[in-house]
Nanobody, 123 residues
Framework: QVRLVESGGGLVQAGGSLRLSCAASGRTFGRYKMGWFRQAPGKEREFVAAISWSGGSVYYADSVKGRFTISRDNAKNTVYLQMNSLKPEDTAVYYC????????????????WGQGTQVTVSS
């Protein structure tokens, strides 16, 4: 099985930056896509960003495009989410996910999930 552990969340002021990390351990897939999702109180989990195994294909939600950057280091089995120009509406629990299939922007496209890390952006 694959275990995903997120880290890097915290409390920041609007306009600030955070860098989230997601480390995979266990029986990882040789070539798996990775994604980031977030869930705010009372809201459904929504797509944030995704990246293919090679890093050649990336996707972003319109709400974060131009502000967030997803990247990965396959040697470390780690995916990152650099978040700049943070806004209060970015406040949510952020989850990373992994799956051996094609890049997807839906929760159903991922089999493995982390426990989440809280990101709070104050005004």
């Amino acid at each position: 099985q694959v275990r995903l552990v997120e880290s890097g969340g915290g409390l920041v002021q609007a306009g600030g930056s955070l860098r989230l990390s997601c480390a995979a351990s266990g029986r990882t897939f040789g070539r798996y896509k990775m994604g980031w999702f977030r869930q705010a109180p009372g809201k459904e989990r929504e797509f944030v960003a995704a990246i293919s195994w090679s890093g050649g294909s990336v996707y972003y939600a319109d709400s974060v495009k131009g502000r967030f950057t997803i990247s990965r280091d396959n040697a470390k089995n780690t995916v990152y989410l650099q978040m700049n120009s943070l806004k209060p509406e970015d406040t949510a629990v952020y989850y990373c996910a992994a799956d051996p299939g094609a890049v997807a922007t839906r929760t159903s496209g991922y089999d493995y999930w982390g426990q989440g890390t809280q990101v709070t952006v104050s005004s």
